[in-house]
């Protein structure tokens, strides 16, 4: 079983930048690829960004590709989205999740567990 607890959203002004962190409980963190999701009101569930157990792969969604960065530190059983140039659109409540079937997918369907969420609100 893993836990994932999120933390480091907040309110931005547009442009300005967050560091998402999600810590992870138990021991087999570095044997867990990782994504982040964000989900806006009335909207689905996104995909953002994904990062390989090792880190040496990472995959972004469009829409965030060049302005937001994912890695992780093993020894600390945690992953990091970067947020840079926020945008309105970016508003969201953003979640961790953790695939330990190494599928490495964009759908939310390949990641077993799941945080609770982090709201981040970009202001214009």
């Known amino acids: 079983q893993v836990q994932l607890v999120e933390s480091g959203g907040g309110l931005v002004q547009a442009g300005g930048s967050l560091r998402l962190s999600c810590t992870a409980s138990?021991?087999?963190?570095?044997?867990?690829?990782m994504g982040w999701f964000r989900q806006a009101p009335g909207k689905e569930r996104d995909f953002v960004a994904s990062?390989?157990?090792?880190?040496?792969?990472?995959y972004y969604a469009d829409s965030v590709k060049g302005r937001f960065t994912i890695s992780r530190d093993n020894a600390k059983n945690t992953v990091y989205l970067q947020t840079n140039t926020l945008k309105p659109e970016d508003t969201a409540v953003y979640y961790c999740?953790?695939?330990?079937?190494?599928?490495?997918?964009?759908?939310?369907?390949?990641?077993?567990?799941w945080g609770q969420g982090t709201q981040v609100t970009v202001s214009s």
């Open positions: 990062i390989s157990r090792s880190g040496g792969s990472t």
């Open positions: 999740a953790a695939d330990p079937n190494l599928r490495f997918g964009k759908s939310a369907s390949v990641y077993d567990y």
């Open positions: 138990g021991p087999t963190f570095s044997n867990l690829h």
